[in-house]
């Protein structure tokens, strides 16, 4: 075999693969870029297969190595399936980002057990569901090295008015971070929770929308009451989200872990 081939080859052996969910859009599609352009294999799920194909195609032609897969995060099989999807794909995964999550509150004594359970089992079951699968089928408990970073919220952090539902389901994720992190301290794993305040997402459009019809107010006067509550004044960017991903993921961040950090323009101190 060539010489130039066999280096090839140890080059994409010798990078590291990145497990993103949630990333057709928003915070987990700046994330995947972000991880790309630093070097790392991605392979990115969403619940609709055509976003998920669509944005893969995206990103090779920025230049990327990516595939991706249909996943719904509430589904045991469908994590199984996805993860193992992953390993066929790049082999044993280095970086998790447990990005998938949805909205959901409401005045809590009209809070339907629907609603209630859905959020809690997209953004806080899912977040079990894939790091369990990930240290085993995906190799990571194997390794002298591995990253879990879940996306939480300042709401984990906090209560949200209208928002038990979301809140709790954050709240919980950033306890889950903390345990996590330190039971696999010793092996070389980091986990850690990135918690976003307000960002500019399609998410976060929604979010407007619903608080706009519980206050019987118009969606520009929300987006105006909400960035009176930053102190940098306006929403951050999936980008800056990513931003901490990425250091999080990186090998200066080694020594960081079971640690819940904001991205909020100043809205949590805490």
């Known amino acids: 075999m060539p010489q ?6 140890l080059t994409q052996q010798e990078k590291p693969t990145a497990l993103i969910t949630g990333a057709t859009s928003g915070i987990g599609l700046a994330t995947a870029r972000l991880l790309a352009g630093q070097n790392h294999r991605v392979f990115i799920g969403a619940r609709t297969a055509e976003s998920v194909t669509s944005t893969v195609k995206q990103l090779r032609e920025e230049g990327f190595e990516a595939e991706g897969a249909a996943v719904d995060v509430r589904s045991d099989e469908d994590v199984k399936d996805f993860v193992r999807a992953a ?29 209630w359970h859905d959020v809690i089992d997209t953004n806080l079951n899912s977040v079990f569901r894939l790091s369990r699968e990930v240290l085993n089928a995906g190799g990571m408990r ?24 979301y809140s709790a389901s954050k709240h919980g994720v950033v306890g889950f971070t903390k345990a996590l992190g330190n039971e696999l301290a010793p092996t070389g794993i980091t986990v850690n929770a990135v918690c976003p305040g307000y960002v500019e997402t399609p ?7 619903g608080y706009a019809a519980a206050y019987d107010s ?18 951050s960017t999936p980008e ?3 931003g901490l991903v990425g250091y999080l993921a990186s090998d200066s961040a080694a020594s960081i872990t079971s640690q819940a950090l904001n991205v909020c323009g100043g809205l949590g101190n805490f």
């Open 240 to 242: 800056e989200v990513a």
């Open 142 to 165: 194997h390794k002298s090295r591995g990253r879990i970073i879940n996306i939480a919220s300042t709401a984990g952090k906090q209560g949200v008015v209208l928002g038990a539902p």
């Open 87 to 115: 390993v066929d794909a790049f082999g044993t995964i280095d970086v998790l980002v447990n990005n998938a999550g949805r909205s959901g509150g409401g005045v809590t004594a009209d809070i339907a057990d629907e609603l």
């Open 218 to 235: 118009t969606e520009d006067a929300i987006l105006e009451k909400f960035q009176a509550k930053i102190p940098l004044g306006r929403y």
């Open 4 to 9: 130039q081939t066999q280096q090839t080859q």
């Open 203 to 209: 998410m976060a459009q929604r979010v407007r929308q």
